[in-house]
């Protein structure tokens, strides 16, 4: 059973993140260890797989980005992580500032930055940062938009789908190394790497 | 709403456990009012001290433990909670605080008392053992099954440290909740009905900021953030350097190798910092060898003493925010819990953060505890309209090729959760694959704190990667990891070996268990013997009173009855057979009743004039 089917939702994007929390609840409520506690044990575990299920659902569901990463995993038939297809890319027109960042970065990690260098990295990580949202609005919007609208457009959405998060991994990397080299990791906003 | 099934293993009463760093407490339900309630001791106390003296003469713990705190420093242990289910790595460096001596052990470690070493689990369990007793007393019937309350940021390890303790006190431990969200069960229940709250918990020994969604009866989990290794002690910690550095100037004497002075600093350490949230000043007086130590502090010292230690409280409060995706402006509710919330700074500093007000009108030592209850009733089925939805505190993950970690569940999943992953073979005929388990932030599995290794072993042999072995993590209701791995081609379950890399193995809990049995039979054995003689000795001054005032009452050879039968409890109560002392005290009861009747009767006249006692009684 996929996360789609979990919730009795067909394998399309746009979900309404207040139906999808009113359902989970009501499942929940259904499928929950904490109401089965006098359950024979062959019960118990069924309802542990079940609401294991569920809470794995709601996880990729409610979160729009993550649900496309999972609806491309799913139409290319994996079940598991394992041989994730979505490598981090640069974008091309990114490419040459990159270099100037990595550069940077180097200089950074060797000897701590000055002033001035600091800034400058604050400054492209910022932008880096706003070009990511960028990509993660489009993912959110007319990308998912496209593929809910049908079936023939949908291997070209696909495509468009894995080089957008290509792209975003990339950004997101890049961004947690500017933050790393600047030491300001953790402090008020999260490391993006681990997701 | 669902009911829970009828049918299967009988719910018995279940309570509700706070087993804290500095003090734990045991609470239930009340049926007929539906409000959680902490259960006294004999002398009215709620809160039970989490120490254990390891005496010559016996085993003591609570209050008469934390009396011998300064006398027997060396076997008396404390604050074992920031033990539990660590490695001597994890701990090494504050040891040197500790009076009593930790020694590294198979990866956990263990503690030296008199001439036996116990694991940290196997000192918790006293403590809750005491905890089952009061409950047991209080209700006239036995208790097995509790609920237990844990730091919402303890890893794996330290969970399963916990649930082991229960078995090891004889509790089937049904659940382990995260103290954070007990506190906002028992808030729910009584203050808060709708909204989002953050829950701020600073206790003896660990932090917690949790952000919780309450709606219709749900209590969902947005996310959690904390340190196990953060709290009250700390702040004890700071002061006693700075007293003794203040020792060393006024009286040029160094007391930092001194277990029973440092002890002693230690403890009115404590309770200044305690004064100091009520009082603007406060005078401090210890009696050392030779000197008095007397100094005057003033809140203010105490805050600039503190203040870092309450500022790294603010990191995690922003870090669960943000993996909530909240602004603090979003927070309806702040909600403090754990007795170092009662410290002003503390209290201003997240009020600060927040932009509010935060709550405490429940009792910051015990809402924990009134939660935990809650929890307990709810999966003994008694309320039903409540749910706790909670999540895993730290992502959890493999290791991969360079060492690197691939997150399987990531950190703030709602649990119980599960993943799955493909494991295969790398070189042909290879029979067996191990994976090694982490729990933790960081990229690479050096980093992360390990959990365990996993040996899949008896796989056909075949060409590398042809095997196809798929692997089930699974974090339960209780935040505790079960690994399953099944053979896609041929169904059939792998056998999966699983190497701890912290903590207790099944052998050596079971050996626990049965330990604390014998210990435990010993135990009941030696109070109940003590209960016989008090009684006996009850006894025996009452009759000793009685034939002095009232031997003329009764005839010579009713009087001789009553002297060889107090002889005879005399000789009995001086043995150590309780059996004896019972019957010999049944006996005397029953040679004097004649004379008791006798002497009733002869006051009741002398007060009232000529009528009898048995004319008064009809009226």
């Keep these: 059973m996929d996360h789609f089917e979990v919730f009795g939702l067909p394998r399309r994007l746009g979900i309404d993140a207040a139906k999808l929390q009113r359902v989970f609840y009501e499942l929940s409520r259904q499928s929950h260890p904490d109401f089965h506690q006098a359950a024979p044990p062959e019960r118990q575990a069924e309802i542990l797989e079940t609401s ?3 809470n794995a659902a709601y996880r990729v569901l409610r979160d729009p980005i993550a649900r496309v990463e999972y609806l491309v995993r799913l139409e290319e038939g994996r079940d598991t992580k394992e041989g994730a297809t979505v490598k981090p890319k640069a974008p091309p027109e990114l490419l040459e500032e990159m270099f100037e960042i990595q550069e940077a970065l180097e200089e950074a990690r060797a000897g701590g930055p000055d002033a001035a260098s600091r800034e400058t990295l604050a400054g492209q990580r910022d932008r880096l940062m706003a070009r990511c949202q960028d990509e993660e609005a489009r993912l959110r919007g007319p990308l998912s938009e496209a593929w809910d609208r049908g ?3 949908r291997a070209g959405v696909l495509a468009a789908f894995k080089e957008a998060l290509a792209t975003r991994a990339y950004l997101r990397t890049v961004v947690d190394d500017i933050d790393e080299a600047l030491g300001e990791v953790g402090e008020g906003h999260v490391s993006h790497r681990r997701h | 709403m669902k009911r829970s099934e009828k049918s299967g293993r009988a719910m018995s009463r279940i309570v509700g456990i706070d087993l804290g760093t500095t003090n734990s407490l045991v609470a239930y339900v009340d049926e007929k009012t539906g409000l959680p309630r902490v259960i006294p001791d004999r002398d009215g106390q709620t809160l039970l001290p989490s120490i254990v003296s390891f005496a010559s003469e016996g085993v003591l713990v609570g209050a008469a433990a934390r009396r011998q705190l300064v006398r027997r420093p060396d076997t008396t242990v404390y604050s074992v909670k920031r033990l539990m289910g660590r490695g001597y790595e994890d701990v090494k460096d504050e040891l040197c605080y500790f009076p009593f001596k930790v020694l590294p052990c198979e990866g956990i470690v263990k503690i030296q008392v008199r001439d036996r070493e116990v694991t940290p689990p196997e000192v918790s369990a006293i403590v809750l053992k005491s905890l089952k007793e009061r409950a047991e007393a209080h209700f006239g019937e036995p208790i097995e099954m509790a609920v237990i309350t844990v730091p919402a940021y303890f890893n794996d390890s330290q969970r399963q440290a916990t649930k082991d303790a229960g078995r090891i006190a004889g509790l089937d431990v049904v659940r382990i909740v995260n103290e ?6 028992a808030y729910g229940l009584q203050k808060i009905r709708e909204g989002v709250i953050a829950v701020y918990d600073l206790g003896g020994g660990t932090f917690d900021i949790s952000i919780l969604r309450v709606k219709d009866g749900v209590f969902e989990v947005l996310a959690t953030n904390g340190n196990t290794h953060l709290g009250g002690d700390d702040f004890d910690r700071e002061i006693v350097l700075w007293l003794l550095e203040d020792i060393r100037r006024k009286h040029e004497v160094y007391l930092g190798r001194d277990p029973e002075a440092m002890q002693e600093l230690r ?4 309770a200044a910092k305690i004064r100091l949230s009520f009082d603007e000043r406060t005078v401090l007086t210890i009696p050392f060898d030779g000197f008095t130590y007397r ?4 809140r203010g010292e105490l805050e600039e003493l503190i203040a870092r230690l309450v500022d790294s409280t603010l990191r995690p409060c922003r870090m669960a925010l943000a993996d909530a995706g909240l602004a603090p402006t979003d927070i309806d509710e702040v909600v403090l819990v754990g007795g170092s919330t009662r410290i002003p700074l503390v209290r201003r500093r997240v009020g600060e953060l927040f932009g509010k007000t935060p709550h405490s009108q429940l009792n910051p030592d015990e809402v924990v505890a009134l939660g935990a209850a809650v929890q307990a009733h709810i999966l003994a089925g008694g309320i039903t309209d409540m749910l706790l939805l909670d999540v895993t505190p730290l992502s959890l993950g493999i290791e991969t090729l360079g060492g690197i970690v691939s997150v399987l569940i990531p950190r703030n999943t709602t649990i119980p959760t599960n993943a799955r992953e493909m494991f295969t073979t790398s070189v042909d005929g290879q029979r067996t694959v191990d994976m090694h388990v982490v729990q933790g932030e960081r990229e690479l599995a050096k980093d992360c704190r390990s959990l365990a290794r996993f040996e899949l072993s008896g796989i056909d042999p075949m060409p590398a990667g042809m095997p196809k072995i798929e692997v089930v993590f699974l974090i339960d209701a209780n935040g505790i990891l079960q690994v ?29 268990v049965e330990e604390s049995f014998t210990f435990a039979e010993a135990d009941v054995e030696a109070r109940l013997l003590i209960e016989a003689r008090n009684e006996a000795d009850t006894v025996i001054t009452h009759v000793e009173r009685a034939l002095g005032q009232g031997a003329s009452l009764v005839g010579a050879e009713e009087r001789a009855a009553i002297e060889t039968a107090l002889e ?17 005290t049944t006996a005397m009861n029953r040679a004097t009743e004649h004379l008791a009747e006798v002497m009733m009767d002869t006051a009741l006249k002398g007060a009232l004039g000529s009528r009898r006692a048995d004319e008064i009684m009809e009226k």
Aim: proline share 3%.
């Design chain 1, 52 to 54: 294991a299920r569920l």
């Design chain 1, 151 to 153: 079936a023939d457009a």
């Design chain 2, 180 to 185: 954070p969200t007990a506190a906002s069960l």
């Design chain 2, 267 to 270: 403890l009115a350490a404590e």
């Design chain 2, 295 to 298: 100094r005057e502090i003033a």
């Design chain 2, 484 to 512: 399953t791995a099944t053979e896609q081609r041929t169904g059939k379950a792998s056998a999966i070996e699983v190497k701890p890399t912290y903590g207790l193995s099944e052998t050596d809990v079971e050996r626990m």
């Design chain 2, 568 to 584: 005879a409890l005399r000789r009995a109560r001086g043995g150590s057979d309780r059996d004896l002392i019972r019957e010999a």
